[in-house]
């Protein structure tokens, strides 16, 4: 195992820019290592953080199908919603959270349509959890953001 993947993969970005780069028998095959370099670093990044981000999303859109739950009239999405709450994921694996956190995300596009209708009719309680809705899409595009110099 290598316990510290993202340091790795930088020092592997760092040897190409470095060793490879400079070697490259033309601007095509530089380039192309240049944009390996990039898609490396954009991997080290996920490497270093995927677990938290899945687990604290998780976490953060609970209260948010809680609050949504208490006031929707359909029970099918409010059975999804218990669903998607008592849903554990199987193992910290990378792809095990993903799973979980696929399901969750298409939850609340499901969940935050109906808000936004029911704040559309007037509920009160609606604008609350549509804005707890678009602060935590804030913080997914945030945490999900890449660190790259092009």
Aim: cysteine-free.
């Amino acid at each position: 195992m290598i316990p510290r993947g993202s340091e790795a993969i930088r020092h592997l970005v760092t040897r190409i820019a470095q060793d490879l780069i400079p070697k490259a028998g033309d601007a095509y095959t530089a380039t192309d290592l240049g944009y390996f370099t990039v898609l490396m670093g954009m991997i080290a990044q996920d490497y270093d953080r995927a677990a938290e981000v899945f687990v604290a999303e998780h976490a953060a859109l609970a209260p948010i199908f809680i609050a949504a739950a208490a006031h929707l009239d359909d029970e099918d999405l409010a059975a999804r919603i218990a669903a998607a709450l008592a849903l554990e994921a199987p193992s910290l694996r990378v792809h095990d959270l993903a799973d979980r956190s696929d399901i969750t995300m298409r939850l609340l596009i499901d969940v935050h349509a109906e808000v936004e209708a029911a704040a559309a009719d007037g509920a009160e309680w609606a604008r609350g959890v549509d804005s707890a809705i678009w602060r935590f899409l804030e913080t997914h595009v945030t945490s999900h953001a890449y660190d790259v110099a092009l």
